[in-house]
């Protein structure tokens, strides 16, 4: 068999690679329906890339010394771009490279040409004082359609097309604590999760527990289903993992209390999260010669073979 061919094994890089691109694709779609653009998140990839490898040589025991040449090997990121992300603060706040539509957008409220009596007033989609001439301020190299389909698709801006004037949708692009604190939630669960299965795959132990059944060809009507069981599971679990939870916080405080009073160093302690969730999706429809697909099972953890 030569190596390419469809009855090759795939390497371990490349099924690790098809496994990073399953994990990207949601990130990917949550960052395009947020108007988030490519250039920060590479930027906050390269940094998570340094921030690993920087890990790995100092967990290693290996000196300061070369570690910028040492970082840069591991990662494949030139010497000049690691310095730079290495000497950046690590709590320093991400500042994203603005998209054009929100360029636009602050361009737009921001002139006071745009106003009346204070208020942000509709432009003509064309004209010498217009939508069109607003978005060229901006960019040359972008069509000015394709900017306002994109400001309407990120519901920031609505386009009359009867009068065929364009206004800005009041309160777009103005922070909602909702949608701060479900995306802060996002990242802390999905991170974590994420997390205890790379400690899994990397670790000859089971370090976490991580599981779940799966199935496919299911009816529409079975999916509700699921979600309620689902539920009354982590009533169930929540019911008695508080209590413990809370006791076990209560006993660290009082192990930390006795320590400061015999002079000794605090016991080590550590943070949990626990969780539990569904998803469903429609499945890939069939051709009608074809009989739907239909498959149960289970994923877990599994040590590596590292022979």
Do not use: C
Not at 66 to 94: C, F
């Amino acid at each position: 068999m030569s190596p390419g061919s469809p009855d090759t094994p795939p390497s371990d890089q490349q099924v690790l690679l098809q496994a990073v691109r399953a994990v990207l694709a949601p990130l990917a779609g949550l960052a395009v329906e947020q108007g988030l653009p490519y250039a920060a998140v590479e930027d906050a990839l390269r940094r998570a890339f340094v921030d690993a490898a920087k890990a790995a040589q100092l967990a290693q025991g290996l000196p300061e010394h070369r570690l910028v040449s040492r970082i840069s090997a591991a990662t494949g990121i030139n010497r000049r771009e690691v310095t730079r992300l290495t000497q950046a603060e690590p709590d320093a706040p991400l500042n994203p490279q603005a998209s054009l539509a929100s360029q636009l957008f602050t361009r737009w409220v921001s002139d006071p040409s745009l106003r009346v009596r204070g208020k942000l007033k509709a432009l003509p989609r064309v004209g010498e004082v217009s939508f069109e001439s607003l978005a060229r301020s901006i960019t040359q190299d972008v069509h000015t359609r394709t900017l306002l389909d994109e400001l309407v698709r990120l519901k920031l801006a609505h386009w009359d097309t009867e009068a065929d004037t364009v206004a800005l949708i009041d309160g777009a692009f103005t922070p909602h604590g909702d949608l701060q604190d479900l995306l802060s939630f996002l990242g802390q669960n999905v991170g974590d999760h994420l997390q205890s299965a790379v400690d899994n795959v990397l670790s000859s132990e089971s370090l976490h527990f991580e599981q779940a059944v799966f199935a496919r060809g299911l009816p529409a009507a079975a999916v509700d289903g699921v979600r309620q069981l689902a539920r009354r599971h982590w009533q169930a679990l929540m019911t008695e993992a508080v209590p413990l939870l809370e006791a076990a916080q209560q006993d660290a405080v009082q192990a930390a209390s006795q320590a400061r009073t015999a002079a000794t160093p605090p016991p080590e302690t550590h943070r949990v999260r626990l969780g539990l969730f569904t998803y469903h999706a429609p499945a890939v429809p069939a051709s009608p010669q074809t009989p739907p697909a239909t498959q149960t099972g289970a994923t877990r953890r599994r040590a590596p073979n590292r022979s």
